[in-house]
Structures are given as C-alpha cells and as structure tokens.
C-alpha cells in the first residue's frame, strides 16, 4: 500500500487506496505526501492492534464473534445499531419497576377494558389478535420489545381474508385499528409499571382516512336478500338484512350488543316483540339505541311484507351466528366487499325520496340531520333508483332466484371462490415450506 500523486478536481493530491471494505474501493486523498504516509502508518498500527487482540482470543470466542456478526448482517443491522440498541433496553430496564411479560400485560389489558364496560365478545377477539404478536414470546417482557420490532411485524403482515386483495399488505384503515390496539395495550403496560414508553407513539402515525361514500346498488340488494333465501341456515339471517335495508336499523341494535353489555335481562333486548306489524312500526328502546337515538321506526309496505316473511320463517331475534351466516351469503352470490353499516346507508339514502323531507328521516334513522345531508344528501341518488329499492318484495326476488341471471350470479361466484380456496391453499403450504426450511437452518449442526 503507497501514497501515488493523482489528478483530482483539477488538483494534484496524493491518494492511498486501502483494501476494499464490503467489496467497495476505499480511496483518501490528502495535499502531500507526508500527511499520506502519516495515515498509512496509523492504518498498519491499527491492523497490527487488531490482530494481537484477535489472536488472544481462543478459538471458541472467534468462531462465536464470527457467527453473531454474520448473524447481525443478515439482520441488516450493524454492531453499533445493536450495540446502541442494547444500551437502550438497559436504560428502559432501570427505569421499569414491575417489569411483566406480554401475554400477562394483554390479560391485564382485557379484564381492564371488561371493567369499564367493553364487549366481553369483542375483547376475546381482540385478546387474540395481540397475541399474534406476541407469538414465540409470550413470556417476554413487555419493556424489551422496541418499535423497530412492532412496526416491522406491522409492515410483515398481509390481506389473509379471501378476495381480490388477498396477499396484499394492510391497507391504511387496517395499520390504523392495528397500531391503535397495540396503543392500549403499552398504556396498560405504563399503568402498571411494567413498560415507561408507548412504543407506538415512535411509528409513523397513520393521518386521516377520507372514507368514499358508497352505496350497494339495487342489484346487489337483489342479490343479498336471494342469497339469504337459499337455505335453512341462511334464512335464519334474512331479518338481520330485513332490519338493515328497508328498517334502516343499526348492526349493534339488532343484536342487542348495549343491553347484553350492560347485563340486562332477554326481555329488555330488542326482539319481535318490539316489532308491531300490525301498526307498522318498530320500538327501539333507550335501553338498545345509542345514548338519546330511542325513537319509534315507521315502517314502509315493503318491510312489512319481508318482516312476515322472516316470521314465518321463524328467524331468531337476536340473530345466531350472525357473522357466520352473513359470510355463507356473501361468498353465495360472489361479495368480496362488505360495507360498513351498508344496509343501513342504503335505507337512509332511499327514504329521502320516500318522505320528500330529511327531517322525517331522521325520525326514523335516528341519526342527526347533518350527518344524514353529508354522508347520503352528497351522493344525489337518482329519485327512481331510490324508489326501485322499496319495490324489491319477496315476490320479485322468489322470481329472481328463477332467472338464468341468478343461476349465473352463482356459478361465477362458486368459481371465484373455488380459485380463491386454491390459492389460499397454495399460500399457506409456500408459508409452511418456508417455515420448515427456517426450523432445518435454525438447527445446531
């Protein structure tokens, strides 16, 4: 290695190349030779230095240096990210004074939340989902886990549900709900000494998410309430449609989840015995609407005949197995979306034509007049398509289920779902493939 006089920028300037550093050329330059020469002595000193203090080492300790460095690499990370790294936990470490492993942390979360009155339901499910995090580290302590880790498992995660964007990353409203559990759950962690960070408040905040205002077009209507008529199973799901579509209803109200959160009795849950066809109207009680949405329901003819229908058919209020049931029909007639609160929108939106006065709508909605202008007023549907919705009876859909229309609507959808069933297959043995290729590379020689 020697200092040589090089053309620079127009200048001469004496350069020394050192070996390569990660297969890259490392050249320096200075204005004269002595300074050159100066640093490559110190270069050889410290090569010098570096070797005695490696050949100290007994052999055990170089092959273990060598394995954890490579191991950093492939991480890409570097050892003064780790290095630095390592220094924060212990920092964090110091300061936790009831330090406590994840899954304690999310079962102190839970019974938290039921406490102050969440759905025992929803908190099981959302139980779950944290701990899909927490897989493989159920026992580690909450303090050492650092946003990097968060929010790579956040970037790592993909569409599993079936349908046109399965395999595709979390949409934003996704991150959003996600990073928002996690939120409450590092609170918690606070809140009992066990974490002194929110990790999460260290992730890019996902800003907000300007909703488009859709509606399902009559057609799909059509096909829903035809879907729901196929079989016993999804018959039992037809008043829940009914309630949503033509008695503009909220999910939650027809479920009963407000009273069965607050441990009333069957009676005060909202059932057919709310339900008076004979006046054509529906009592939502205090006890099952939202805080100051009680209100009386007037029903139009068309709900009326469904809701005999649904009578007769014995369909169970509250509904069973809801969910369930509501994604045999959709997969039925080929739904991959599900609009939030759909249903409802949908009857909002028609009634405007009905009453010719969003005042008389809201009195059925429940809802106030300047969210039903901005979120149904906007949309401008046309007053016949409107009018169109409240004619689609029980007859008109029992002769649609006759239609080669129908019968197509049903092969196509058994085809996408068939294609989606293989593909979902095939993504779950590539995943178990590459689960076992880590378990083999994992393995001690």
Not at 250 to 267: D, H, I, M, T, W
Request: net charge positive; proline share 4%.
């Amino acid at each position: 290695m020697k200092a040589r006089q090089v053309l620079n920028n127009g200048k001469l300037v004496w350069m020394v190349e050192f070996p390569r550093v990660k297969g890259k050329r490392v050249r320096l330059f200075w204005p004269t030779q002595k300074e050159a020469n100066q640093a490559i002595d110190k270069y050889e000193r410290d090569m010098k230095k570096a070797g005695d203090w490696w050949v100290r080492l007994d052999e055990d300790d170089r092959l273990l240096i060598q394995a954890i460095v490579s191991q950093i690499m492939e991480a890409g990370q570097t050892i003064s990210e780790v290095w630095e790294g390592f220094k924060e936990r212990k920092k964090v470490a110091a300061d936790v004074k009831t330090p406590a492993a994840y899954e304690d942390c999310v079962a102190e979360w839970k019974r938290r939340k039921l406490n102050a009155g969440k759905d025992e339901k929803y908190l099981y499910h959302a139980g779950v989902d944290l701990m899909k995090f927490g897989k493989g580290q159920e026992r580690r302590p909450i303090h050492e886990i650092t946003a990097k880790e968060l929010g790579a498992w956040i970037d790592a995660q993909k569409i599993m549900k079936p349908g046109k964007d399965y395999g595709k990353p979390w949409g934003l409203s996704t991150r959003r709900t996600w990073m928002s559990l996690f939120s409450g759950l590092w609170e918690c962690a606070i809140a009992i000494d066990a974490a002194v960070v929110n990790i999460v408040e260290k992730l890019e905040p996902v800003g907000e998410i300007s909703r488009i205002k859709r509606l399902y077009p009559n057609e799909m209507t059509k096909r829903l309430m035809a879907g729901a008529l196929e079989n016993k199973q999804t018959q039992t799901h037809l008043v829940v449609l009914t309630l949503g579509f033509f008695g503009c209803m909220r999910p939650e109200e027809v479920s009963s989840q407000k009273p069965k959160r607050n441990g009333l009795p069957p009676e005060k849950w909202f059932g057919w015995h709310y339900i008076d066809l004979e006046k054509g109207r529906i009592e939502v009680t205090t006890d099952v609407a939202k805080t100051g949405d009680e209100r009386i329901i007037t029903l139009q003819p068309v709900a009326i005949e469904w809701l005999k229908l649904c009578k007769e058919l014995q369909c169970p209020l509250p509904p069973v197995n809801e969910f369930k049931t509501n994604g045999i029909i959709c997969e039925l007639i080929g739904l991959d979306e599900w609009l939030r609160d759909g249903l409802r929108k949908n009857c909002a939106t028609h009634l405007r034509a009905v009453y010719k006065n969003d005042y008389d709508v809201v009195r059925d909605l429940g809802n106030s007049i300047r969210t039903l202008l901005k979120d149904y007023a906007d949309l401008k549907v046309p007053t016949a398509t409107s009018l169109e919705h409240w004619m689609i009876s029980p007859a008109v859909v029992r002769e649609y289920r006759k239609s080669r229309e129908w019968l197509k609507v049903l092969r196509d959808a058994a085809t996408a779902a068939a294609t989606r069933k293989e593909q979902t297959q095939t993504a779950s043995e590539t995943a178990k493939a590459a689960d076992q290729v880590g378990n083999r590379a994992s393995r001690p020689d």
